[in-house]
C-alpha cells in the first residue's frame, strides 16, 4: 500500500501516523502475490479478531474481579477491593477508539466501492465499539471521532444522549443497508464473526441479526432515559422481525472463533495464568452450586482440602470476596481448558442475552409474551452456548425456577454474560442486581465505580473539550453517575 493509517488516536489528539513507501523504488519492489491496495475486506478480519481478543482480556482483567467472580490471594491492593487506578480505562479509550477508527475505514471503502454490505458492517462495528465506550465512560467524541486523516485531532465529545441517538439510529441505518445476496465481496476466505465469504447469504443475515440484537442490548440500557423512547422502539423491532430480525439460536450469536495457530493466536498466551494466584469466589459458585448447574464443571475446578481429621477430599467451594484475613481453605480455581485454551470462541454478544432482553420486556410488561418461557429459554441457551445440558428437572428447584422478578431474571443473566466485556458490569450498574458482596476487608469509602474516569492526555491535548465534558456530566469521577444507571 502506497499510504498505511495505523493507529489513528485522533481522540487523543495525535496526528496521523502516515506511512509511506519510497516513490523510487515502487515500480521496483513488487510482490504480486500481495496486495497492493486497500479494501474494505482488508480492515475487516483485524477488527474482528482485535475487538475478540481485547474484550475477552478486559473480562478477565476488569470484570472479573470487579463483580466478584474470582478473588486474588496474593493481593488485596486492586479491583476486587474497588481500588481502581485513575488510569483504569486508559488502554480501554485507545484501544476501542484505534478499531472505530478501521471501523470507519471498512464504511468509508464500501461507499467508495459501492459494497452496501461493508457499509452496514463498518457501522455495526462502530456502534458496537461506541456503546462499549459510553457506557464506560459517559460522553465521548462520536460524530468527529475517528477522523485523523482529515486533520481533525481535537473532536468534541458528544453527550451520552446524542451517543445513543446515534447509535440507536446508526444501527436502524446499517439493518437497511444489509443486502444477503450480495455477500463479502473482498473476504472470499470469510470473516472472522460469521465466515461470510462473496456468495455467502446466510452470513450477511447473521450479520444483520448481530446488528440487531446489538441494537435491543443499546435500548435495553436506556430504557429508563424518557427521552429515548426506547420501549416503544424496542416493541415495534419485535413486532417485525422481518425487518428486524434479531438472534434466534446459539449458531447466531456473536463470536470471534480462535484457532491458536498464528495469526489467530488466543488472548491468553499461557492458559495457567487465568489460575494463577486466583479463585473462583463464595459469591460465584454458591450460586452455581445451588442451582445444580451443569456450568458449575465448565467453568471451575473442584478444589482440594482436608477435614479435621486430615482427610483429603474435593468439592467446588469459594472464597470470600474482599476479605480482610487470607482464607485457610482452598477454593475452587476457574477451568483454563474451557476457558483460556485454543481453539476458542470469544463470546461478544449471544443468543441467551437477547432472550432475557425479551423476558425482561415480558417482565415489564413492554412486550405480550410469556416471561416465564423466555426466562427459561435463555438459561437452557447460556448452558447450551459452553456446551452443557440442562437437566429436565432444573427448573423445578425453586431457587432456579422464575418467580416473576427482575431479580431473578439479572441472576441468570449473570451467569449469561461471563466472559462477554463488561456486560455484568454495566447490568449491575443498570438494575443493582445480582446481589454483588462488599466484602469485610474492604476500606471505608471505596465501592463499586459508575465509570471509568478519562484519560490524563485529555486534560492536556483536548483540555476544551474535555473541560466541556465534564461540565456536561457532572464531574469526572469514579462514582460519577451515567444518565442510564438506576442503582
Not at 100 to 123: E, H, P
Not at 315 to 343: E, K, M, Q
Amino acid at each position: 500500500m502506497k499510504k498505511i493509517f495505523r493507529n489513528i488516536l485522533a481522540v487523543l489528539a495525535l496526528p496521523a501516523l502516515i506511512l509511506s513507501s519510497c516513490e523510487s523504488m515502487d515500480d521496483i519492489n513488487v510482490d504480486p502475490t500481495r496486495m497492493d491496495q486497500a479494501n474494505a475486506g482488508s480492515f475487516l478480519n483485524p477488527i474482528i479478531y482485535g475487538m475478540g481478543t481485547y474484550t475477552w482480556t478486559r473480562y478477565n482483567s476488569w470484570t472479573f474481579p470487579l463483580m466478584q467472580c474470582i478473588v486474588t490471594t496474593n493481593t488485596s491492593n486492586n479491583v476486587g477491593w474497588y481500588i481502581i487506578s485513575d488510569t483504569a480505562g486508559d488502554g480501554a479509550w485507545t484501544t476501542y477508539y484505534k478499531w472505530a477508527t478501521n471501523a470507519q475505514a471498512v464504511y468509508n471503502y464500501g461507499v467508495s466501492s459501492q459494497q452496501a454490505n461493508y457499509q452496514a458492517i463498518g457501522l455495526t462495528l462502530q456502534c458496537w465499539i461506541f456503546q462499549l465506550l459510553t457506557d464506560a465512560f459517559g460522553d465521548i467524541p462520536m460524530q468527529e471521532a475517528c477522523k485523523g486523516e482529515q486533520q481533525l485531532y481535537y473532536p468534541k465529545f458528544d453527550t451520552q444522549l446524542e451517543v445513543y441517538r446515534g447509535i440507536i439510529d446508526s444501527l436502524d441505518v446499517a439493518n437497511s443497508l444489509y443486502t444477503p445476496a450480495d455477500g463479502l465481496k473482498f473476504n472470499d476466505g470469510g470473516d472472522m464473526m460469521y465466515c461470510t465469504s462473496s456468495a455467502d447469504q446466510e452470513g450477511i443475515l447473521r450479520w444483520k441479526k448481530f446488528n440487531n440484537s446489538l441494537r435491543m442490548r443499546a435500548l435495553l440500557r436506556v430504557i429508563d432515559v424518557p427521552e429515548l423512547n426506547a420501549a416503544s422502539e424496542l416493541k415495534k423491532m419485535l413486532a417485525d422481525p422481518e425487518t428486524y430480525p434479531v438472534f434466534e439460536s446459539n449458531d447466531d450469536a456473536a463470536r470471534v472463533h480462535v484457532s491458536g495457530v498464528a495469526p489467530e493466536e488466543a488472548p491468553m498466551t499461557r492458559p495457567s495464568d487465568l489460575s494463577s494466584y486466583r479463585q473462583l469466589s463464595e459469591f460465584f459458585i454458591d450460586k452455581l452450586v445451588e442451582w445444580n448447574d451443569p456450568r458449575l464443571p465448565i467453568f471451575a475446578n473442584e478444589a482440594t482440602n482436608y477435614d479435621e481429621d486430615g482427610n483429603e477430599y474435593k468439592s467446588y467451594v469459594g472464597i470470600p470476596s474482599g476479605y480482610d484475613i487470607t482464607p485457610t481453605i482452598n477454593g475452587s480455581s476457574p477451568d483454563a481448558a474451557n476457558l483460556a485454551t485454543a481453539p476458542q470462541d470469544l463470546w461478544c454478544l449471544t443468543y441467551a442475552e437477547v432472550l432475557f432482553i425479551k423476558a425482561e420486556l415480558a417482565q415489564r410488561g413492554i412486550i405480550d409474551e410469556d416471561a416465564e418461557a423466555l426466562y427459561q429459554e435463555g438459561v437452557r441457551a447460556a448452558v447450551e452456548q459452553w456446551g452443557g445440558v440442562l437437566p429436565e428437572d432444573y427448573f423445578e428447584n425453586p431457587s432456579a425456577a422464575y418467580d416473576g422478578t427482575l431479580k431473578r431474571i439479572i441472576e441468570q443473566k449473570f451467569y449469561a454474560l461471563f466472559f462477554i466485556d463488561y456486560q455484568q458490569w454495566f447490568e449491575y450498574n443498570r438494575t443493582g442486581y445480582p446481589d454483588v458482596p462488599h466484602g469485610p476487608g474492604v476500606a471505608t469509602g471505596d465501592a463499586m465505580p459508575y465509570r471509568y474516569r478519562y484519560p490524563a492526555i485529555l486534560q492536556r491535548m483536548n483540555k476544551e473539550h474535555y473541560e466541556e465534558a465534564v461540565a456536561s456530566m457532572g464531574g469526572d469521577e469514579l462514582n460519577t453517575r451515567l444518565i442510564w444507571q438506576k442503582r
